[in-house]
């Protein structure tokens, strides 16, 4: 097959992606060796062997693949968001997202976090929204950017919103609370008195345990699980992300850094030091360019090989741009 990276945009690229998604979540079952991809009705079905459209590949053990021979350009858009897409449909997975300057914050002191990175990041956002079922914020995130937290950049759906509010301190007229485009739960102290909090049939209030003073964030994932929820999207902010990394809950953690200087402000990633450096975490990442900024996509869960071992791999110094 020739090289299709002419024809093709990112656009196109995503709304197959998505495409799959939803089809696999359908229920539909691909087969092994098959190849799909959008039909002439932009429809998400099996095409026959010499189809340029053909792009993904069904792998029984690896999951979504892609044809090698795809332009560099869309074998990285693919990269990217492929592990999301494989994930076990029946299992949680969960991925925390920060946008931070050169000097670690994500916000300025004033709470000004618009926008810390550029457009290729907000889109990634949007797409990140689009393949997970449930966008999870804290309530800092929630009063300081009152934000919408839907699809409306991408072709997509728009995820569940999952607001933790333990004091049930937020104002009820903000958008996500308002706007009844999409179900938003808001997690609160089982034992603080629950109160009608809103009219809107999409909202509902969940009380779970504290543990140490903190919401327990296992019992949060585990509510959001008995409802079908299982790719969760942790969006921030900084304490809120940092919540699920120290208790292990992160299957992926991505962190888009730009080139920007706050000098103060709010922190991204806070958790327990550690004395030496090498007890400290350092997962294995992959590194994505994204506009003006750069992605480090962190993978949780690949214990089983030594960083060390992973690194001796990679070239010595390369220009990714
Ligand atoms: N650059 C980015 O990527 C990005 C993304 C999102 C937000 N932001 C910015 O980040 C700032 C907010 O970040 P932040 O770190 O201050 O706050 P945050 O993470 O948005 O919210 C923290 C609050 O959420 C509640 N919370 C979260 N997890 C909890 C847990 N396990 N147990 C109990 N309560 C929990 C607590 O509410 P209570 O205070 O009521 O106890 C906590 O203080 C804003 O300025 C926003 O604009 C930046």
Redesign the pocket.
């Known amino acids: 097959m020739e090289c299709i990276s002419v024809e093709m945009n990112t656009k196109f690229i995503w709304n197959m992606l998505f495409a799959a998604i939803c089809w696999t979540k359908n229920g539909n079952t691909p087969g092994h060796g098959a190849r799909y991809g959008l039909d002439e009705k932009d429809k998400f079905s099996s095409l026959p062997i010499g189809d340029s459209r053909a792009i993904l590949v069904w792998d029984d053990s690896l999951g979504w693949t892609y044809f090698s021979d795809l332009s560099a350009e869309i074998r990285d858009f693919l990269d990217l968001y492929l592990p999301i897409c494989n994930s076990p449909l029946q299992k949680s997975f969960v991925i925390g997202?920060?946008?931070?300057g050169l000097d670690g914050y994500?916000?300025?002191s004033?709470?000004?976090?618009?926008y810390?990175?550029g457009r290729e990041n907000i889109l990634h956002l949007h797409r990140m929204r689009a393949l997970c079922d449930a966008v999870v914020?804290?309530?800092?995130?929630?009063l300081?950017?009152n934000?919408r937290l839907t699809t409306r950049e991408v072709k997509g759906k728009h995820p569940v919103r999952v607001i933790?509010?333990?004091?049930l301190?937020l104002p009820s007229d903000l958008s996500i609370f308002t706007d009844e485009v999409s179900e938003t739960l808001i997690f609160f102290?089982e034992k603080i008195k629950s109160h009608v909090f809103s009219k809107n049939e999409t909202v509902s209030l969940i009380g779970v345990p504290?543990i140490n003073?903190?919401?327990?964030?296992e019992s949060?994932l585990n509510a959001l699980n008995s409802r079908g929820l299982m790719t969760v999207f942790v969006?921030?902010?900084?304490?809120?992300?940092?919540?699920f990394l120290e208790k292990n809950l992160l299957n992926r953690l991505q962190i888009?850094i730009s080139p920007l200087v706050i000098g103060e402000?709010?922190?991204?990633i806070r958790v327990t030091p550690k004395k030496r450096l090498k007890d400290c975490l350092r997962p294995h990442s992959r590194v994505f360019r994204m506009g003006n900024d750069i992605l480090f996509d962190c993978d949780l869960r690949s214990i089983d090989r030594e960083v060390a071992e992973i690194d001796s791999e990679l070239p010595g110094i390369s220009r990714i741009n």
């Open positions: 997202h920060l946008g931070q994500i916000a300025a004033s709470g000004d976090s618009n810390v990175t914020v804290g309530a800092g995130t929630a300081s950017d934000p933790i509010d333990p004091q301190r102290d504290l003073g903190r919401l327990d964030l949060l969006e921030g902010g900084g304490k809120t992300v940092s919540g888009a402000g709010i922190p991204g």
